[in-house]
Every structure is written in C-alpha cells, then in structure tokens.
C-alpha cells in the first residue's frame, strides 16, 4: 500500500529550548526575518507566490534556520536587493545584522 506524503514542515519545532529562544530575539527576531524574507523574494514587479505565503512559509522555521535565508554560505549577510528602498532596505540591513549574529550565536552554543 503506498504511504501518502506527510508535510515535514509540522515536524520542525519552530521555537528552540529556553532560554535560547529568548536570548536570540524571540518572537520579534522571527517576525523580522519572515517579513524581510518575504519582502526580498517578492519583488515589486510581481512574484507568482503571495508575500503572506512567502512570510508564513519563512516564520514556521526556527531562528536559526531563518537567519540562514538571509546569509550567505560564509555568514555574512547577503547583499540587499536594489528593490529593497527605504524602510525596507534598513530593516533589511537591520535583519542581515541580527542574522549573522544569530547563526554565530547559535553555533558557539552549539544548536543547529
């Protein structure tokens, strides 16, 4: 009998063990670094995934997996996109900051 596919999505615990959760920013970390994941995969020309799909599939990952949508393979925050203007350009900025300093963070306390 074939297995149906199971959503794996439900199987990652979205907050890490306290106190690290708070430590790394809490919930205002994850809201930053889904709104500023979303805001970069969509651009201003359009996008054939919504933005609230963009944020939601971002903010059901951890921290750490969070900050990682926003680094590069070395750690260091990916450039922002030229699209990206004023507010959202600082807060992209901002998160690329806190998301280099979460995935340093998260290493030396070794989580994955």
């Known amino acids: ?18 106190p690290h959760e708070t430590d790394l920013g809490g919930e205002p970390a994850h809201h930053l670094m889904a709104t500023v994941h979303a805001d970069r995969v ?3 020309s359009g996008h054939r995934i919504s933005w609230t799909d963009c944020y939601d599939s971002a903010n059901m990952l951890p921290l ?7 680094l590069e393979p070395d750690g260091d925050p990916r ?3 030229e699209y990206l ?6 807060r992209a900025e901002r998160a690329g ?3 280099a300093w979460i995935r ?9």
Do not use: S, W, Y
Request: net charge positive; charged share 25%; with cysteine.
């Open 85 to 90: 203007t004023g507010e959202a350009r600082e």
């Open 97 to 99: 900051h806190q998301a």
């Open 1 to 18: 009998m074939p297995i149906g596919r199971v959503n794996a999505a439900k199987f990652i615990a979205r907050l890490l063990p306290e």
């Open 42 to 44: 969509c651009p201003p």
């Open 104 to 112: 340093r963070e998260a290493h030396r306390r070794g989580l994955h």
């Open 64 to 70: 750490t997996l969070k900050a990682d949508l926003l």
């Open 79 to 81: 450039p922002v996109p």
